[in-house]
């Protein structure tokens, strides 16, 4: 058997590069964010694979296909992860994300040139102070990006990872986001890790599931949060991975 084939489906069709649009701004700095890094230090080394989509493939768009509300649609997707895996099944509708594109990221539907994307630390903060249709952020903590052990580890231990990247022109039309020779870059864009295995990384973007190798994500994403929320943890307040909420939440107040 191939050793790189994926332990969980993807997309398989290339990308029909004339339709979608992407969104993200530039990337915004906060010394007072918090780092993962104060959590995992002494875990041992990360599972050879993590799959977070409990066997979803359909997303939905949530409008990323005609506006750049993709830092909307990547919380919109987080959540919908969230629930699949507490047993608690959340589905986000077209409506939700123009909402919280107009309120958290500034677009006017009367006004075409208010499509201007957002920006995650924005959007994670809105997202604390607000919630979302009633599904919170308890906190939200910096990935190193450039450490892929602590990606993997985050990703293992906080679940699905909210992420930035610049995206390049060759990946439309890849069914595996790769590097190629063309190094030109389209814009920002927003997705959420959903999973990894020994080809890289595996995320949420515009309604469905893209594999991308390792190198790719080396090279191409600069920005990635883990964001704590009850809808992550069941009833007894141990997430997926047996993480205790309380203690979670305790450790970060003595942080901030």
């Given amino acids: 058997m191939d050793p790189y084939i994926p332990p969980f489906p993807v997309k398989p069709a ?9 969104g993200r701004k530039a990337r915004k700095t906060d010394t007072r964010t918090l780092k ?27 409008l990323n296909d005609s506006l750049g509300d993709c830092t909307i649609a990547g919380a919109l997707h987080s959540i919908e992860a969230w629930g699949l895996n507490s047993g608690h099944p959340i589905m986000m509708t077209i409506g939700d994300a ?3 594109y107009e309120d958290f990221d500034g677009y006017d ?26 599904h919170t952020v308890t ?38 986001w790769t590097i190629t020779t063309d190094t030109s870059i389209d814009g920002g864009h927003c997705v959420v890790l959903v999973g990894y295995n020994t080809v890289g990384p595996v995320a949420i973007s515009w309604g469905a599931l893209y594999q991308m190798t390792w190198a790719f994500f080396s090279r191409y ?36």
Wanted: glycine content about 8%; overall charge negative.
């Fill in 14 to 22: 290339p990308i029909p590069c004339a339709k979608y649009k992407l």
């Fill in 36 to 62: 993962v890094r104060y959590y995992i230090a002494s875990l041992p080394a990360p599972p050879v694979a993590v799959d977070w989509t409990k066997g979803e493939t359909a997303w939905g768009m949530l």
């Fill in 98 to 100: 123009l909402r919280y």
């Fill in 109 to 134: 539907p009367d006004n075409p040139d208010s499509d201007q994307g957002g920006v995650l630390l924005d959007v994670l903060n809105r997202w604390h102070q607000q919630g979302i249709n009633g």
């Fill in 139 to 176: 906190a939200f903590a910096l990935v190193d990006h450039a450490n892929l052990t602590e990606v993997k580890q985050a990703l293992a231990l906080f679940g699905p990872l909210y992420t930035g990247l610049q995206f390049p022109n060759s990946a439309w039309g890849q069914s595996t």
């Fill in 221 to 256: 994403f600069d920005e990635v949060y883990a964001a704590i929320s009850p809808d992550w943890f069941e009833a007894s307040g141990v997430d997926p991975t047996g993480l205790n909420l309380a203690q979670l939440t305790a450790d970060l107040s003595e942080i901030r």
